[in-house]
Every structure is written in C-alpha cells, then in structure tokens.
C-alpha cells in the first residue's frame, strides 16, 4: 500500500506524515479532555470546603481519618474519637481538618435549605 502512494521511496515524507498524524492525534485528545473537564467537580480545598459535618472513619490517639463530603481527609482532634463518632470540622489547614466531637447525633444531622436560610 505504501509503494502505491510512493512513500516507500521516500522515507523522509513517511516520517514527517507519521509525525504530523502523531501531534494531530494528541492536539485532538487534549481538545476533547478540555472539552470534558468542564463537568468536572473542583477539589474542595480550604475557605471552599463548604462541608461540616464528619464521621470518624479510623482514628489512634489525637490524630486519624474522617468522612467528609464523600471524601476520606487526615484529621486531628484534642477530643477523644473513635470510629463511627461524629465530628464537627473546626478548621481546614490545607489538606488536614481540625475537628471536634459532637455531643449529639441531632447536632450532625444535614444542614437543609430551611435551616440556612433562617440563619
């Protein structure tokens, strides 16, 4: 096949059409992970960590993981914790949360749209 678009005797065009096809396919996957990116969700970080409310997944001493937001953070508490206790995120220092144990589970019960608006 390549002998009947005469690329065999010119090797120098079958690199430079490889190479082109090669840069057109990557340009082509990075437009459509672009594209794609936009549905995304954002990392949850810091002041935009609008979340909380935690539960203890795993803890030893001052220090373990909690649940928040569907996701697993590092976390240290002065409070005594163990698994399943629900906690009260305090603070965000970068990827490590400073929580509080709460008392009652009625105190870690979901925020709703009501609750918010009257505060």
Known sequence: ML???????????????????????????????LFFMRWKTPFRVGETMDVQRAE????????GYVSAGGELWR???SDRLAAG??????????????VEHVQKEREYAPVTSNQRSSS
Request: aromatic letters at 8%.
């Open 3 to 33: 002998d009947a678009i005469g690329l065999t005797s010119n090797p120098g065009a079958f690199i430079l059409i490889a190479l082109l096809a090669g840069f057109g396919a990557v340009a082509l996957a990075k437009l459509w992970g």
């Open 56 to 63: 203890v997944v795993e803890w030893s001493g001052n220090e």
């Open 85 to 98: 206790d629900f906690v009260k995120i305090r603070a965000v220092n970068g990827l490590l949360l400073t």
């Open 75 to 77: 976390a240290v508490s």
